[in-house]
């Protein structure tokens, strides 16, 4: 199973799934990250440095791959060129799931980012959109599985996964984005919801509430656009 992990910014993923990917990982699994723009209009940090930061954090996370689109911090347009730069990605991955910023959400580029990824997954399936990667043409592909992963808003989840293992590891993949969580900060720079010392206790917080409702330490929770199908009852109810 290769996953595909996609985010508004980067550090979106590290976020929001980043344990779930290290479990996948630990598995054998192969894992993609695609951050739909470079950041660049955050309140700290520049492109180069969120580039620098992205870079670290792949190398702690152990992905496969990491690629870093240039839609457009805080415009992320809706039209055909932002369409296909993910249709691009997509069927470069062939991914089994895709992991994606949820609808509603309060950062209007993380609901834009969440319509693109919904459509592109369609739309990816389809052979009369052409698209090229490396000078080599691509073949239709839309993956079976779509998960959005929990941000600001809280939804009741659709899986919570036990990331009792790989939680702590996780955090040094949030914390390779040096300029964006807290540290000892600067106080020259203005202080924003996220560097806050408390938004990364609220992130454990939170993880451990979700592990609560499944009886394990830490999990992550994720909704799906429509329901899960398997040909095995047994095989989502195997004994841990």
Do not use: W
Request: aromatic content about 10%; glycine content about 8%; charged content about 25%.
């Amino acid at each position: 199973m290769y996953a595909l992990a996609f985010g508004a910014h980067p550090d979106d993923v590290e976020l929001s799934c980043g344990a779930t990917l290290l479990a996948l990982i630990d598995e054998g699994r192969a894992v993609a990250v695609c951050d739909l723009t470079q950041g660049e209009m955050g309140t700290a940090g520049t492109a180069e440095t969120r580039k620098n930061e992205s870079l670290e954090a792949t190398r702690l996370m152990g992905y496969n791959e990491r690629v870093t689109l240039d839609l457009g911090d805080a415009r992320l347009p809706y039209n055909n060129e932002s369409l296909r730069e993910i249709i691009t990605v997509i069927r470069r991955f062939q991914p089994s799931v895709v992991f994606a910023n949820p609808p509603d959400e309060r950062h209007p580029d993380h609901m834009k980012a969440s319509k693109l990824i919904y459509d592109a997954l369609y739309y990816s399936g389809l052979k009369k959109i052409r698209t090229t990667f490396n000078s080599i043409n691509q073949e239709p592909y839309r993956p079976k599985h779509l998960l959005y992963y929990m941000q600001f808003t809280h939804f009741s989840p659709s899986i919570i996964v036990d990331v009792s293992k790989t939680f702590e590891r996780s955090r040094e993949g949030i914390f390779a984005f040096g300029t964006q969580f807290y540290r000892e900060r600067d106080l020259m720079m203005p202080e924003t919801m996220i560097q806050r010392k408390e938004f990364i206790t609220g992130l454990e917080a939170r993880a451990r509430y979700l592990g609560e409702q499944i009886g394990v330490h830490y999990g992550e929770g994720f909704s799906m656009p429509g329901p899960l199908g398997t040909r095995s009852l047994s095989a989502l109810f195997q004994e841990t």
